[in-house]
């Protein structure tokens, strides 16, 4: 067995009990309506935290850039000449017209549509009209576009609006040692899903941020994992960031015959070359033997950094959230990422995203026993979906059920509060953080 122990996320392996929330009382319902609040966050944290801007393989080539929207700022993110990427805030430094419109593209310099200033890859103004015209001097080579902080990352762009932030590496913490693992930066995007929601961001991210609601909302799923929490693997990081893992190829101890070999474990046992049969009536076993069998197959079929893989990584899900909104979803061989961002005017709606990045190995999809279709290896467009026209994915449509239907029941006098269990602890740690950022910031500018 893999040795495991100098990971601090899985170190002690401990469980969060009840008792170890110390107050859920600021867990108001103003937090999720109200115009005000929602300009403190986008002052006091989105706009001091390290985002991620794009998928790299989007932007592969020297002119290759795309633009997110981060609540109301538009970020330009280019691929340069030396093959790095830099981000900038997209906006003419002449009168501040919009300097890019649309989501991707390609081009050899910007050029503002308004009045002709032109801005090479790197951000430098190189042209501008009449530039003997200007009382201050020739502008070029000195108003440039602003730029942010851009890191790469697992095969993501980071950018962080705060020229004084911290490292990535330091904001990732832990995070990054233990995805670093799966080599995501090789994996293909294969699904690339995007949609408003009708909901605060948060109600989105707080379901991330909890377990409780899984077997109500995805009973499903207790067939693929053991969803018990007091079996499960709670972590909480000074950085904000918290991660669960649940025993994956191990049906859930709710069920009622959990030592029975059910229909996803027997398919993944096969997969591997392992007969289902032999592990009827004790099915809580199957799972060391299936990370023996992919130690063993994996770098056979090309998975090469299947030796890198914590032997729990090579059966169970690792779900990472992210602060302040970004979910990461990682088995063995493909990882989900879904979040949620905020509306730029309105706190009951927000943007949300679904990603599904694979491993190729030797060109045979093997996509985990989860429900949904498997998908092609080829990098996937961005397809953007209206909310309730169209499946956002068996389990996302579930949990954005639930968050639309919360979003109405904040705006009812009657709800006072959270009321959390323990196990919802990384709930209460989220909206700490988000507190910690707010006050910190209004301290800085008092």
Not at 202 to 224: A, G, Q, R, V
């Amino acid at each position: 067995m893999t040795e495991h122990t100098n990971i601090p996320a899985i170190k002690g392996q401990n469980n969060l009990i009840a008792g170890a929330i110390a107050s859920s009382a600021d867990i108001t319902r103003d937090r999720y309506i109200s115009p005000d609040f929602m300009q403190l966050e986008a002052d006091y944290v989105w706009a001091k935290v390290w985002n991620i801007g794009a998928w790299a393989a989007e932007i592969p080539g020297i002119g290759d850039y795309v633009v997110h929207q981060l609540g109301k700022d538009s970020i330009l993110m280019v691929r340069q000449t030396d093959g790095g990427v830099k981000a900038f805030h997209n906006v003419c430094t002449h009168r501040g017209n919009r300097l890019v419109y649309g989501e991707n593209g390609t081009t050899e310099k910007f050029a503002c549509s308004y009045h002709g200033w032109q801005y090479e890859l790197d951000g430098t103004l190189s042209y501008v009209q009449d530039a003997d015209d200007f009382p201050l001097g020739n502008p070029c080579g000195v108003r440039n576009l602003a730029e942010i902080r851009c890191e790469l990352w697992a095969g993501f762009v980071w950018y962080n609006m705060d020229v004084g932030c911290e490292p990535l590496d330091d904001f990732l913490g832990e995070v990054k040692e233990i995805f670093d693992r799966y080599d995501m930066d090789k994996m293909v995007r294969v699904g690339y899903q995007i949609a408003e929601i009708p909901c605060n961001w948060k109600s989105i991210h707080d379901n991330f941020c909890e377990s409780y609601h899984l077997p109500t909302t995805h009973p499903e799923l207790s067939e693929f994992f053991d969803d018990d929490y007091k079996n499960t693997i709670f972590e909480l990081y000074d950085t904000g960031h918290n991660l669960m893992r649940m025993k994956g190829a191990v049906p859930s101890k709710r069920d009622d015959a959990p030592d029975h070999v059910n229909e996803p474990l027997a398919a993944e046992l096969a997969e591997w070359g392992l007969d289902p049969a032999d592990f009827e009536g004790r099915a809580g076993e199957a799972r060391v033997e299936l990370q023996a069998a992919k130690r063993a197959l994996g770098p056979e079929r090309k998975y090469d950094y299947f030796p890198k893989l914590l032997d729990e990584q090579l059966t169970d899900p690792f779900h990472c959230n992210l602060f302040p909104g970004t979910s990461i979803t990682a088995q063995a061989t493909v990882v989900g990422l879904q979040r949620a961002e905020p509306h730029p005017t309105d706190p009951n709606k927000c943007i949300y995203e679904n990603w599904s990045m694979v491993a190729v190995g030797d060109g045979v999809v093997r996509v985990p026993n989860t429900p949904g279709d498997p998908r092609p290896v080829v990098e996937a467009e961005r397809h953007e979906v209206i909310y309730g026209e169209a499946s956002l994915g068996f389990i996302p449509d579930q949990d954005l059920r639930v968050a639309s239907g919360q979003q109405l029941g904040f705006q009812s006098r009657g709800f006072e509060g959270a009321y959390l269990t323990g196990q919802e602890s990384r709930v209460q740690q989220f909206h700490d953080r988000i507190n910690e950022c707010i006050r910190q910031g209004l301290a800085e500018e008092s």
